[in-house]
């Protein structure tokens, strides 16, 4: 499995807290099956701003920190963008670290509403040759009253990304219940831990249980896709 969305680099953002919880973090993904994690820290959303050589000189020292410890888990770069008037032009200055430096970028709304820009921003970013990907629909107040919106932004050329803890209830049975709805229309296009935390925390780095839960739903070849085929995809640009 590969795991998109993480915030596992320590003393970025609200992710993980020093490097021996990001250590933590990778072991606990690694014993779940995940063969491949990308360090997705938030940026741009007001809070955080990471360029791109803060995030790969980080994300090159916890490949080296894994290899001294003996765990397989090749970490590459990325970053949560949330979506903000800069982007553009940030973008253009290749100041913005898309996922794995490739054509796919992981976007972020405002939890409760998708800005009114969003379609000509989204526009705007695939003439760039890019595709956003965008992060945990299922938890945004708008995408849940309108789920029209969503799909038009599919429908014109945007992913989808599902949070894996989000299918087992941690965040509510009405964003469930969504996820499922989701999943059943066809709507999503990766399952990711987004995971801040190690252990039992609600977003730990693990898919198996989600993989479980979404196979149940829509059988285990479609969800192989969401968890591997497509995610590879996106990691090969
Ligand atoms: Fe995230």
């Given at each position: ?73 090749p ?6 963008v ?45 003439i ?16 849940q ?22 299918l ?38 693990v898919?198996?249980?989600?993989v ?26």
């Amino acid at each position: 499995m590969i795991d998109l969305h993480s915030h596992i680099l320590p003393n970025m953002d609200d992710g993980a807290s020093s490097w021996e919880v990001s250590l933590k973090m990778c072991q606990q993904a690694a014993e779940d099956g995940i063969q491949i994690i990308v360090a997705t820290p938030h940026t741009l959303n007001g809070v955080y701003d990471h360029p791109r050589e803060v995030i790969l000189e980080k994300v090159k020292i916890l490949n080296q920190k894994l290899k001294e410890r003996g765990i397989s888990l090749p970490v590459l770069p990325g970053s949560e963008v949330h979506l903000s008037a800069d982007i553009l032009e940030r973008l253009k200055k290749q100041e913005i670290m898309t996922l794995n430096e490739g054509k796919y970028i992981l976007l972020e709304f405002p939890f409760t509403q998708v800005p009114p820009q969003t379609e000509e921003i989204i526009f705007r970013i695939q003439i760039m040759g890019i595709t956003p990907v965008l992060s945990h629909v299922e938890r945004n107040l708008e995408f849940q009253r309108k789920p029209d919106s969503l799909a038009n932004l599919i429908q014109k050329g945007a992913l989808a990304q599902l949070t894996a803890a989000s299918l087992s209830g941690a965040f509510g049975t009405k964003i469930r219940s969504f996820s499922q709805h989701l999943l059943s229309n066809g709507l999503i296009y990766c399952i990711a831990t987004d995971a801040h935390s190690d252990l039992e925390s609600k977003r730990n780095p693990v898919l198996s249980k989600a993989v479980a839960e979404a196979s149940r739903i829509i059988g285990p070849k479609a969800v192989f896709d969401l968890v591997q085929t497509n995610p590879q995809k996106i990691i090969e640009g």
